[in-house]
């Protein structure tokens, strides 16, 4: 368009200008009004978020599936939430007149409940035998009790031979009373044991079964506790040794607590076991525990996280450690079965990466690897628990609702992925918090401890502590970045809910737009008129 000059024609560049003037003016009403729009329902989008976190915050403690929003077990199963209850008040049973001896009580309660064995290892004078005949006590059932030396005999263990089946022409033992009688047994000095009681002692400690003449028959045996002074010695000892899944080394108590000791001699509730065993009884029947064990391994679900951890550990035990720590296909199962059962009876339907803890007891084969093995899950625990990939996950979703320019279809779609993000993130801050039915007592640690810890029933309060004290940081900084996270994923879900525009996501998430801009590539960012 050519105008003249002004003084040529002054009516006309007069009606021009204001006609110009009118439309800036138009154009910035509408500029305005667009902006007042865009506070407004950004306004909305913050206020919306504000509004849902608490609630949402409020599910994540309630644990994994404790609404059913973000389930991983499904609702199949209805836990019994006092059972983690009975067992820690048989734990407190089990403990009364010991010192020092909390992890040992609770891996043999543990060892029933999983149906296997537990060696318990250590110099004489330590409380082996009484922990051992403790679980007779406790367990209704058939109890079997014998010292071992070298020249033990298999009748000490299986029962005489039958006379009358002598004279039948029938090699028959009475085993009345005997090993293959008992639902739960106690053999000291396991590791005495010769070659004339291995082969049937493994067959009972590993398939249950006992051959008596030509006849093989189940046995009842739910536990048995093995004591030593030492480590088997000869190799043939070692299918034997590998038979028990719980392994503690059992030290003298320490001089901080000996006076604690002392003073409990002679005492109502020292270790004297008339005085112990007049105390008031929880009673678990052998039918009952294994019906736990039963229920566990059917509804106890183990995350991929910890089957990778599981992989990972045996890897580094048998690749990185020197000598090579061997760890048998059979052990990584029951490992797993173990787990299962532990969940279990703390409280959740999920095995969680703190249940792993119990590792340093099933894996080792001499004591001083018990603490190569806690060591290595402390450090795992410490680890990114999947912030940094949620983080990435939703930087790429918020760059594809950038392109999807407020479409329906593309807006619905998204949202979808985001919501599953979102809950991926919930199950990770659940994960972190005590569930409903905790075994033990609630604040038993502060808020910046390690509540999973506190979920679970069968690591000891030193264990708890010890851990508690090298986590809690870690793990405090991991729930507010998660927390961030859920915060943001809830933001871009109500974004898409409300079909923004790619300006508005500027205003409500700054952060993921610079980085959109300033990391995006060129084809993804040229249409913003950006870059």
């Not at 005997?178 to 106690?186: G, I, K, R």
């Amino acid at each position: 368009m050519n105008l003249k000059s002004p003084t040529s024609s002054p009516v006309r560049w007069t009606k021009l200008a204001a006609r110009n003037l009118d439309e800036a003016e138009k154009d910035r009403d509408a500029v305005l009004d667009r902006d007042r729009q865009v506070e407004e329902d950004t306004e909305a989008v913050i206020e919306s978020v504000k509004q849902q976190m608490p609630a949402l915050l409020k599910q994540c403690k309630q644990g994994p599936g404790g609404d059913g929003s973000f389930d991983v077990t499904g609702d199949s199963a209805a836990l019994d939430t006092q059972l983690a209850l009975r067992f820690q008040v048989a734990v407190s049973q089990l403990q009364t007149g010991l010192v020092e001896r909390d992890a040992e009580v609770r891996l043999l309660l543990l060892a029933a409940v999983c149906g296997e064995h537990l060696l318990l290892l250590g110099p004489p004078g330590t409380a082996k035998s009484e922990l051992g005949r403790r679980l007779n006590t406790l367990v209704q059932g058939q109890f079997f009790e014998r010292l071992l030396t070298r020249f033990s005999v298999p009748e000490e263990l299986f029962g005489p031979l039958s006379m009358r089946s002598l004279e039948a022409d029938r090699y028959e033992r009475k085993t009345v009373g005997y090993l293959p009688d008992a639902s739960v047994a106690f053999v000291d000095e396991i590791f005495k044991a010769n070659s004339a009681i291995l082969n049937s002692l493994l067959t009972i400690l590993n398939e249950r079964l006992f051959d008596n003449g030509t006849e093989r028959y189940e046995v009842p045996l739910l536990c048995m506790v093995g004591a030593s002074n030492e480590l088997p010695e000869s190799e043939e000892l070692d299918a034997l040794y590998d038979r028990f899944l719980i392994r503690r080394a059992v030290e003298p108590v320490s001089s901080e607590n000996l006076r604690d000791l002392l003073n409990l001699a002679g005492n109502i509730g020292s270790m004297d076991e008339d005085s112990f065993e007049s105390a008031e009884q929880v009673v678990l029947d052998v039918a009952e525990l294994r019906a736990i064990k039963e229920k566990a391994l059917m509804t106890v679900t183990v995350p991929d996280r910890v089957v990778d951890l599981l992989i990972d550990l045996r890897s580094h035990l048998q690749e990185s450690c020197e000598p090579p720590i061997y760890v048998s296909d059979r052990r990584m199962v029951k490992v797993v079965a173990l787990l299962r059962c532990a969940a279990y009876t703390s409280g959740r339907f999920t095995v969680s990466e703190m249940d792993c803890l119990l590792l340093q007891h099933t894996l080792w084969q001499r004591p001083d690897e018990a603490e190569i093995i806690r060591e290595w899950v402390i450090k795992r625990l410490a680890q990114d628990k999947g912030a940094g990939q949620v983080q990435y996950l939703l930087t790429g979703l918020f760059r594809r609702t950038c392109h999807a320019h407020a479409e329906p279809e593309t807006c619905s779609a998204l949202k979808g992925e985001v919501v599953a993000l979102r809950k991926i993130v919930m199950q990770q801050l659940g994960e972190m918090e005590v569930p409903v039915g905790s075994s033990r007592k609630s604040g038993a640690f502060s808020e910046d401890g390690v509540p999973q810890i506190d979920s679970n029933l069968w690591l000891s309060e030193d264990d708890c502590v010890r851990v508690s004290q090298t986590l809690a940081p870690m793990l405090k900084k991991g729930r507010e970045s998660l927390e961030k996270l859920l915060e943001e994923t809830l933001t871009l879900e109500l974004a898409l809910e409300s079909k923004v525009q790619p300006y508005m996501l500027a205003l409500l998430m700054p952060s993921y737009w610079r980085a959109f801009m300033k990391n995006g590539p060129l084809e993804d960012v040229k249409p913003f008129g950006l870059k």
